[in-house]
């Protein structure tokens, strides 16, 4: 379709929506002559459509009924009127007769309401001769008045922008939506329960910090009026948390937002959720073996099944995750021998693949971590540890007991994606002051995701942190595992938007 003509149909579109909502809201006028309201007080029903729907025998007498919910189709015949009803529990079709309701009530429904309104009803179920259980009303009220036209019935919220800057409407008109977010919902209440039979406790820190910390990654930064000091929308609470071990909580857990001002993808969205959790006295290897459990529980309750469908591929979250060192997997996906990435030889493997390396990041470990990126990452599908980071990319993980050039760190990928990031805590404050101190070096030489120096952090290690382990998962892209979405803003209600021109 030219773009003529998509401008005019979305001309008619708009004038056919205008012309409806004035013939609503004269309805709503004709209602107040009749001395009722649009948006009269609220009356409570005894059932939902689910209820109905489980409860229906053919052999019984059925029991009276009270419902309320929203009017998602209206089929007038004569006397009588078929409508769906839709409430948080699913649909139910309504059957309302002239002689049942009697004559004023069957006039006003006929005359004043509209798909999309809200309503109460009562009645009886029963089966109509297609086989469908449907409510017989005695009595019905308007609830709630629908003045703005829903989309077109059969083909619900098709505009993608629409159903992101107006998700109530999405949530009305595709079903498919609202049940991704009740199982975002069903994820993360598993996540919690599931920390909270492990005796881990629930904590709320700071989302405003003084210092930037936690990752590397570009802050929001604001200013308090009344303290007079610039504050940073939260990176992630990882400092705030370990000081509560130190403070002994042994093992605590938070799940909020945190927020990076970088780019939008279908990866990506500047406010996000995280649940990160810190165990005492473990190590990494404990934290996978813990993080495994943890999503094989998330995948079942909300799947109902441990093989999950992602983007044609099938995730397979019953086998044993595959642990991978950072080297191996460039190997093993990249096409590369180990020769082509040792010290002398890297360089050039960089320069071929066109790996642009930014400033204050051109160290070894900075160049395989890039390497990694750009080779092996996306070829991640099943559950895949990566581990033996570098240790020039991983400022707050402790050094391997073994190698002090690597982080005792592992990194979790799914369907080349990041989902979780854990590694033993760094708790020697004077390698903790040291590394910050390496950052500040790589931020002057122009990298903005550097850590900055939190001295209060350096002073709490001093108190004594125990060997500890954290982990950090992304509730927004285990979502979009769970859910088989493959944008970002499908997994979130209110994802982040450019303004929206005039």
């Keep these: 379709m030219s773009d003529q003509a998509d401008k005019a149909e979305m001309q008619t579109a708009h004038e056919?929506?205008?012309?409806?909502?004035?013939?609503?809201?004269?309805?709503?006028?004709?209602?107040?002559?009749?001395?009722?309201?649009?948006?009269?007080?609220?009356?409570?029903?005894?059932?939902?459509?689910?209820?109905?729907?489980?409860?229906?025998?053919?052999?019984?007498?059925?029991?009276?009924?009270?419902?309320?919910?929203?009017?998602m189709t209206v089929r007038l015949h004569g006397k009588t009127a078929f409508v769906h009803l839709q409430d948080e529990q699913g649909a139910l079709q309504l059957y309302i007769r002239k002689d049942i309701v009697g004559d004023e009530s069957?006039?006003?429904?006929?005359?004043?309401?509209?798909?999309?309104?809200?309503?109460?009803?009562?009645?009886?179920?029963?089966?109509?001769?297609?086989?469908?259980?449907?409510?017989?009303?005695?009595?019905?009220?308007?609830?709630?008045?629908?003045?703005?036209?829903?989309?077109?019935?059969?083909?619900?919220?098709?505009?993608?922008?629409?159903?992101?800057?107006?998700?109530?409407?999405?949530?009305?008109?595709?079903?498919?939506?609202?049940?991704?977010?009740?199982?975002?919902?069903?994820?993360?209440?598993?996540?919690?329960?599931?920390?909270?039979?492990?005796?881990?406790?629930?904590?709320?820190?700071?989302?405003?910090?003084?210092?930037?910390?936690?990752?590397?990654?570009?802050?929001?930064?604001?200013?308090?009026?009344?303290?007079?000091?610039?504050?940073?929308?939260?990176?992630?609470?990882?400092?705030?948390?370990?000081?509560?071990?130190?403070?002994?909580?042994?093992?605590?857990f938070e799940l909020n937002r945190s927020f990076r001002n970088e780019g939008v993808s279908t990866k990506h969205n500047p406010e996000f959720t995280m649940l990160e959790f810190y165990t005492a006295h473990q190590d990494y290897n404990f934290a996978m073996d813990l993080t495994e459990e943890l999503l094989r529980a998330a995948a079942q309750s909300s799947c109902g099944q441990l093989q999950v469908p992602f983007d044609g591929n099938t995730i397979d979250f019953a086998k044993p995750f595959e642990r991978l060192t950072m080297v191996q997997a460039i190997v093993k996906h990249g096409g590369l021998k180990l020769e082509d990435?040792?010290?002398?030889?890297?360089?050039?493997?960089?320069?071929?693949?066109?790996?642009?390396?930014?400033?204050?990041?051109?160290?070894?470990?900075?160049?395989?971590?890039?390497?990694?990126?750009?080779?092996?990452?996306?070829?991640l599908m099943q559950p895949t540890y990566i581990i033996d980071f570098p240790i020039e990319v991983s400022p707050l993980a402790k050094r391997d007991a073994n190698n002090p050039t690597i982080a005792a760190r592992f990194e979790l990928y799914i369907a080349g994606m990041e989902v979780s990031n854990g590694f033993n805590e760094l708790n020697d404050p004077f390698d903790q002051a040291q590394r910050f101190e390496d950052q500040l070096v790589a931020h002057r030489a122009g990298d903005d995701e550097a850590h900055q120096y939190d001295a209060d952090y350096i002073k709490a290690l001093e108190y004594g942190l125990p060997p500890t382990v954290g982990v950090g998962i992304g509730i927004d892209r285990l979502a979009m595992l769970l859910t088989d979405t493959t944008s970002i803003k499908d997994v979130i209600l209110f994802p982040t938007l450019k303004k929206k021109a005039e």
């Excluded at 004035?22 to 409570?44: C, D, F, N, Y």
């Excluded at 017989?136 to 703005?148: A, G, V």
């Excluded at 039979?197 to 990752?215: N, S």
């Design 106 to 252: 069957f006039d006003l429904f006929k005359e004043c309401v509209d798909r999309g309104d809200i309503v109460w009803a009562s009645g009886t179920a029963f089966r109509t001769k297609m086989g469908e259980v449907t409510l017989k009303i005695s009595e019905f009220t308007l609830q709630s008045k629908c003045i703005q036209p829903l989309p077109e019935k059969f083909h619900g919220l098709s505009d993608v922008e629409a159903r992101y800057r107006q998700r109530y409407l999405d949530l009305i008109s595709n079903p498919e939506s609202k049940d991704k977010f009740l199982r975002r919902i069903k994820i993360v209440r598993t996540l919690r329960k599931f920390l909270d039979d492990a005796g881990y406790l629930e904590v709320e820190t700071p989302m405003l910090h003084p210092i930037a910390g936690g990752a590397a990654a570009r802050p929001f930064k604001t200013f308090h009026n009344a303290l007079g000091s610039d504050f940073y929308l939260r990176i992630a609470p990882e400092l705030y948390l370990k000081r509560l071990v130190v403070g002994g909580f042994d093992r605590v």
């Design 16 to 71: 056919r929506e205008s012309s409806e909502h004035a013939a609503r809201v004269a309805k709503v006028k004709e209602l107040e002559k009749r001395g009722l309201s649009a948006w009269p007080a609220a009356r409570v029903a005894d059932s939902t459509t689910k209820q109905v729907l489980d409860q229906f025998k053919d052999d019984a007498d059925s029991p009276e009924y009270s419902l309320v919910g929203r009017l």
């Design 341 to 379: 990435i040792e010290h002398d030889a890297i360089d050039a493997v960089i320069s071929r693949l066109g790996i642009r390396i930014q400033n204050g990041a051109d160290t070894y470990g900075h160049k395989i971590m890039m390497l990694f990126e750009e080779v092996a990452e996306k070829h």
